[in-house]
């Protein structure tokens, strides 16, 4: 992913007002290995149940997560962008307002994320889940499960924007 500004960034907010927009804390842009992310994400520690990521082409959405989750220890779940299998509370149902009218009006859409939102460093053998699952190996190439991952994120985006 090339690098992005935080002016870039603030302005491709589709579903949240620019004063939201303005209001999310930024992650640090000169610490972010850009080189390893397919997309940005990061959750806001002015408000931790908002969560936001960002495209390569600087859409970017806001995300809430529930308060609080309970989660068996036993129990585990994928994420339905990178497909990496977590234990516990390593995936979470991210929930984002529709863009326009419709979002105004309450009207979500969600899908289940890697809780971190860092499927970029999983894809890449950079960060391993939590607990003692073993990744599934697939026959893909790292390419072919990138462009796989942004499919997914892409199409949920699109979801989102189309209100």
Known sequence: MEP???????AGFAN????EASRIKMPDLAA????D???LGWTDPGAPQRALIVLPSAVGVV???PDSRRAGALRSSMCRVCYTTHTADGVTLFVAPLAGASGRQGN????YLCTDLACSLYLRGKRQPRGRLVRQEETLSLDERVDRAMTNLTGFVKRVLAG
């Open 63 to 65: 995300l809430r997560r």
């Open 108 to 111: 979500t859409v969600g899908e």
């Open 16 to 19: 949240c007002s620019k004063g």
């Open 32 to 35: 972010v290995a850009w080189g």
């Open 4 to 10: 992005l500004t935080e002016r870039q960034i603030r």
């Open 37 to 39: 992310l397919d997309f």
